[in-house]
């Protein structure tokens, strides 16, 4: 499956943004979705999951209450709505599919990822 992730730029702190997620190649609801972040100098790290069908996700303590996942698997989309965002949340967004049987939050997990979008958020 091919992932191509956008909606990514600058937003004052406070702001919100969304990013999406397209896939292409393979039944998309097949696959447990996830996103993922990178901040300059920082590991690759869990932001959030859903399952194959939407009813079931899981968030990053550090995202919770904030962030929202969702999938429309008729349009083969994963979306990450951000609220309240923070400067620390500036890293670049990759989503990634998982053909395990779950969603997960080791990237060890996720066989496919996007090229990653960037989201800066000023102070």
């Known amino acids: 499956v091919q992932l191509q992730a956008c909606g990514g730029g600058l937003v004052q702190g406070g702001g919100s943004l969304r990013l999406s997620c397209a896939a292409s190649g393979q039944i998309f609801s097949t696959y447990a979705m996830g996103w993922f972040r990178q901040a300059p100098g920082k590991e690759r790290e869990f932001v959030t999951a859903i399952s194959r069908s939407g009813s079931s996700t899981m968030y990053a303590d550090s995202v919770k209450g904030r962030f929202t996942i969702s999938r429309d698997n008729a349009k083969s989309t994963v979306s990450l709505q951000m609220t309240s965002l923070k400067p620390e949340d500036t890293a670049v967004y990759y989503c990634?599919?998982?053909?395990?049987?779950?969603?997960?939050?080791?990237?060890?997990?996720?066989?496919?990822w996007g090229q990653g979008t960037l989201v800066t958020v000023s102070s």
């Open positions: 990634a599919a998982t053909t395990g049987m779950y969603y997960y939050s080791d990237l060890g997990r996720y066989n496919y």
